[in-house]
Nanobody, 124 residues
Framework: QVQLAESGGGLVQAGGSLSLSCAAS????????MGWFRQAPGKERDVVAT????????YYADSVKGRFTISRDNAKNTVYLQMNTLKPEDTAVYYC?????????????????WGQGTQVTVSS
């Protein structure tokens, strides 16, 4: 089992940038596919970006392509989400998630392990 802790959320003006981090416990981080998801008020939780165990495979939701970058550092047990050119519609609680195994996973139902979330608010 892995435990996840997000950090880096906050308030930023539209057009600005934020960087989120997710630190994972345990010694087998490189066995986990990782993902970032978000949930806006009154909406379902949706995928933002995912990354394979090695970091070579990445998936992005259409709404964030070209603006967000997911990366990971397996030596530091950490996955990152760099968010640029933020828009008010990016406002949400952002969650880090993990699942064992190889392959590509971009559905909320694919991930059994979740962090507590971090709030990102983008003002117009």
């Amino acid at each position: 089992q892995v435990q996840l802790a997000e950090s880096g959320g906050g308030l930023v003006q539209a057009g600005g940038s934020l960087s989120l981090s997710c630190a994972a416990s345990g010694r087998t981080f490189n066995n986990y596919n990782m993902g970032w998801f978000r949930q806006a008020p009154g909406k379902e939780r949706d995928v933002v970006a995912t990354i394979t165990r090695s970091g070579e495979g990445r998936y992005y939701a259409d709404s964030v392509k070209g603006r967000f970058t997911i990366s990971r550092d397996n030596a530091k047990n950490t996955v990152y989400l760099q968010m640029n050119t933020l828009k008010p519609e990016d406002t949400a609680v952002y969650y880090c998630a993990a699942r064992l195994g190889s392959g590509y996973y971009d559905s909320i139902n694919d991930y059994p392990y979740w962090g507590q979330g971090t709030q990102v608010t983008v003002s117009s």
